[in-house]
């Protein structure tokens, strides 16, 4: 079972910097691709970025250059540093995984999730 556990988020002021971290467990994490998405009141959840089982990083274009993702095969994890914040990336965001190698930032495509931080950006 695999099961992953994020940490970070909280509220910070326009133009500052957030960090989110995800911990997989429960399988080789090396074998899968795994991604952050983002649902704030009112809308749907849309895809933020993904980085591949071979390193290789996608985002949004809502973020590109902005939120630098990485992985950490060794500890298991993957980071999402958020600098230049907006208002506007205030949601709740959630770290999702699955085997094998994928590129398409679709929360359907994940079948595994954590429970969430909450990501404020006061304006």
């Known amino acids: 079972q695999v099961q992953l556990v994020e940490s970070g988020g909280g509220s910070v002021q326009s133009g500052g910097s957030l960090r989110l971290s995800c911990a997989v467990s429960?399988?080789?994490?090396?074998?899968?691709?795994t991604a952050w998405f983002r649902q704030a009141p009112g809308k749907e959840r849309e895809g933020v970025a993904l980085?591949?089982?071979?390193?290789?990083?996608t985002y949004a274009d809502s973020v590109q250059g902005r939120f630098p993702f990485s992985r950490d095969n060794a500890e298991n994890t993957v980071s999402l540093p958020m600098n230049s914040l907006k208002p506007e990336d205030t949601a709740l965001y959630s770290c999702?995984?699955?085997?094998?190698?994928?590129?398409?930032?679709?929360?359907?495509?994940?079948?595994?999730w954590g429970q969430g931080p909450q990501v404020t950006v006061l304006s």
């Open positions: 999702a995984a699955r085997p094998g190698w994928w590129f398409r930032l679709s929360p359907a495509a994940f079948g595994y």
């Open positions: 429960g399988d080789t994490y090396s074998a899968y691709s």
């Open positions: 980085i591949d089982n071979y390193g290789s990083a």
